[in-house]
Nanobody, 125 residues
């Protein structure tokens, strides 16, 4: 069992930066691939970025390539999403997820068993 708690969301102007954190409970954090998804009002949840259990492999959605970076610290049981050059279309609730999956399947929400409650990111124009 893994419990996930996101933090770091907020209101930022276009072009600004935010770093999201997702703290996991449980001793098996390092066994899981981790990912960030987001959901904007009226839209389906979409993949943002994923990272392997070791942190050695990542993959990103095309919409965030070159702007967002996913990382993890297994010693702290935490995964991060560094978001730069934010755009109004990045506005959404951001969720972290944990699952025993791997590329290329790691971009599918159904691959993840555990989800956080989400943190709101709002980018103003």
């Amino acid at each position: 069992q893994v419990q996930l708690v996101e933090s770091g969301g907020g209101l930022v102007q276009a072009g600004g930066s935010l770093t999201l954190s997702c703290a996991a409970s449980g001793r098996t954090f390092r066994s899981y691939a981790m990912a960030w998804f987001r959901q904007a009002p009226g839209k389906e949840r979409e993949f943002v970025a994923a990272i392997s259990w070791s942190g050695g492999s990542t993959n990103d959605a095309d919409s965030v390539k070159g702007r967002f970076t996913i990382s993890r610290d297994n010693a702290k049981s935490t995964v991060y999403l560094q978001m730069n050059s934010l755009k109004p279309e990045d506005t959404a609730v951001y969720y972290c997820a944990a699952g025993t999956t791997y590329y290329p399947y790691s971009r599918y929400a159904g691959e993840y068993s555990y989800w956080g409650q989400g943190t709101q990111v709002t980018v103003s124009s």
